[in-house]
C-alpha cells in the first residue's frame, strides 16, 4: 500500500533530504536487479519475481518525482530570497513522500 505523507521542514534541510531520497532509490534499484537473477524454470516464480520487482520500480519512480518535485520547490524559494519584493515564501518547503509498506 502507497501512502503519502506531507511535512513542513526549513529549506536548508531540503538538499540532504533529497540526497537521502536519491540513496534510497539507488539502494532499491540494486537490490531490485539483484532479485532478477532468477532461473527460467517456474514460469510462476518468474512471474510473481518480475511483477514484486515492476512494483517496486515504480515506487522508485514516484520517489524520484518527488525529488524533482522537491528540487523545484528549493531553487524557487532560494530564488525568491534574492528578489524578496517577488517573495511571498516564508522559507519553508513541503515534501509529500510515497511510501510502500511491504518494503
Given at each position: 500500500m502507497k501512502v503519502k505523507v506531507a511535512y513542513?521542514?526549513?529549506?536548508e534541510e531540503v538538499p540532504a533530504l533529497i540526497e537521502d531520497i536519491i540513496s534510497d532509490c539507488r539502494k532499491s534499484l540494486?537490490?531490485?536487479s539483484e532479485r532478477l537473477r532468477i532461473p527460467i524454470?517456474?514460469?510462476?516464480?518468474?512471474?510473481?519475481?518480475?511483477?514484486?520487482?515492476r512494483k517496486k520500480m515504480a515506487l522508485v519512480d514516484?520517489?524520484?518525482?518527488?525529488c524533482v518535485?522537491?528540487?523545484d520547490g528549493y531553487f524557487n524559494a532560494i530564488s525568491e530570497q534574492t528578489n524578496p519584493?517577488?517573495?511571498?515564501?516564508?522559507?519553508?518547503?513541503?515534501?509529500i513522500?510515497?511510501?510502500d509498506?511491504?518494503?
Amino acid at each position: 500500500m502507497k501512502v503519502k505523507v506531507a511535512y513542513t521542514l526549513g529549506i536548508e534541510e531540503v538538499p540532504a533530504l533529497i540526497e537521502d531520497i536519491i540513496s534510497d532509490c539507488r539502494k532499491s534499484l540494486v537490490d531490485q536487479s539483484e532479485r532478477l537473477r532468477i532461473p527460467i524454470h517456474s514460469h510462476e516464480k518468474i512471474y510473481e519475481t518480475i511483477n514484486q520487482v515492476r512494483k517496486k520500480m515504480a515506487l522508485v519512480d514516484s520517489k524520484l518525482e518527488d525529488c524533482v518535485s522537491l528540487a523545484d520547490g528549493y531553487f524557487n524559494a532560494i530564488s525568491e530570497q534574492t528578489n524578496p519584493a517577488v517573495s511571498t515564501s516564508n522559507d519553508e518547503v513541503s515534501y509529500i513522500s510515497q511510501d510502500d509498506t511491504d518494503e
